[in-house]
T-cell receptor, first 113, second 116 residues
């Protein structure tokens, strides 16, 4: 079936470096994408979202890029900090009147001092 | 703290027993969702409530699973005759009714179920 997936299960970076987490989706009808962060023992926390009519959206230290041609989504974290260590999920909405999110498997980000 | 709260946080049970989880959403949120998450995987959608109406159930939600939201506030998820495959984190989330395309779900910390 159609699903959201991630290229790399684990990403290790040095504190202060930039991080890039990638995600591929297969449902061409998906029109809204969201990144969530999940720390150990906690529920997922919303980071940033992007609609399909946009290519890029920036937040505080985070940027999401959407390439609809190749169905690819990425999350860039600038100046990665130890507090960024977590599992990151991309999610997509399928058609419908509410937010039924389809999550990918996640990428673990490990930030080393 | 006025976030989504779930109870219990951990539940260990023997196969065949029934378990019930409770979720208290953020008070002004009329949308409530249940997800299931197994180790190393992303959350999987189980069911959705708009106020007290259960509007969608995933095929993952077998006949042994039932969810309710009787007064449009808190919700319960009951699993009957638990199986080892039911072991997972059960996540509840809520959101306000802002229409389609606003994906911020507010998740609770989850109820972890271990079936022995």
């Amino acid at each position: 079936g159609e699903s959201v997936g991630l290229h790399l299960p684990t990403l290790s970076v040095q504190e202060g470096d930039n991080s890039i987490i990638n995600c591929a989706y297969s449902n061409s009808a998906s029109d809204y994408f969201i990144w969530y962060k999940q720390e150990s023992g906690k529920g997922p926390q919303f980071i940033i979202d992007i609609r399909s009519n946009m290519d890029k959206r920036q937040g505080q230290r985070v940027t999401v890029l959407l390439n609809k041609t190749v169905k690819h989504l990425s999350l860039q974290i600038a100046a990665t900090q130890p507090g960024d260590s977590a599992v990151y999920f991309c999610a997509e909405t399928i058609s419908g009147g509410y937010n039924k999110l389809i999550f990918g498997a996640g990428t673990r980000l490990a930030v080393h001092p | 703290d006025t976030g989504v709260s779930q109870d219990p946080r951990h539940k260990i049970t023997k196969r065949g027993q029934n378990v019930t989880f409770r979720c208290d959403p953020i008070s002004e949120h009329n949308r409530l969702y249940w997800y299931r998450q197994t180790l190393g995987q992303g959350p999987e959608f189980l069911t959705y409530f708009q106020n007290e109406a259960q509007l969608e159930k995933s095929r993952l939600l077998s006949d042994r699973f039932s969810a309710e939201r009787p007064k449009g506030s808190f919700s319960t998820l009951e699993i009957q005759r638990t199986e080892q495959g039911d072991s997972a984190m059960y996540l509840c989330a809520s959101s306000p009714d802002r229409g389609r395309g606003t994906g911020e779900l507010f998740f609770g910390e989850g109820s972890r179920l271990t079936v022995l």
